[in-house]
């Protein structure tokens, strides 16, 4: 029997996810300190559970799954930690600029994206962006793939209303390249 490739270097994988994964920590906490810290800790978890790493599923996805539930952790710390109690400390970063900065400098997919909840965030980024299939989604996220589906047709929903308010019209493709009708994989 002949033997499969090699397994990947913690090395190989760092060089080969990183960049993707910090888009998603990005998009996902809308903050750059907390997707700094989303990132170093998805990859601390990386190397330490790389010997543990059995192959049930393809490197990226086991990634991308330890990806998500850092950002959900960095963002449930945040959550808990108070904004300003009086001793000085500036209150934490805000998310995203208001609607209206993001508007004006022309940046209606971050616009659009922000008015969407952390887990919708990483729905459209990993479906539009990354390109995964709702099978592939609905593995990183632990999600069914029909679940995948309810969620992005919201998402979409959620992002049009978003659009309507603030431009006083219904989107067109041309206004913004995501694809507002339903997923690739539901006319297949």
């Given at each position: 029997m002949a033997a499969g490739p090699p397994d990947p270097t913690f090395e190989e994988l760092l060089q080969a996810h990183e960049a993707m994964v910090w888009t998603l920590c990005q998009r996902m906490t809308g903050n750059r300190a907390l997707a700094q810290d989303a990132h170093q800790e998805t990859f601390i978890r990386v190397w330490k559970g790389l010997a543990a790493f059995r192959g049930e599923a393809r490197p990226s996805t086991w990634i991308w799954r330890i990806a998500v539930r850092?950002?959900?952790?960095?963002?449930e710390r945040e959550r808990r930690l108070p904004l300003d109690d009086g001793d000085g400390r500036p209150e934490p970063?805000?998310?995203?600029?208001?609607?209206?900065?993001?508007l004006e400098r022309g940046d209606t997919a971050r616009f659009l994206t922000g008015l969407l909840n952390p887990r919708e965030r990483a729905?459209?980024?990993?479906?539009y962006t990354q390109e995964l299939s709702c099978d592939e989604v609905a593995e990183v996220l632990e999600m069914s793939p029909g679940a995948v589906r309810v969620a992005l047709h919201r998402a979409r929903e959620a992002m049009k209303a978003g659009w309507e308010a603030a431009h006083g019209g219904r989107p067109t493709s041309e206004a913004h390249p995501a694809e507002w009708e339903s997923p690739r994989e539901a006319t297949a």
């Open positions: 850092c950002c959900r952790e960095v963002l970063e805000s998310p995203l600029p208001g609607a209206d900065v993001l729905l459209v980024h990993l479906y």
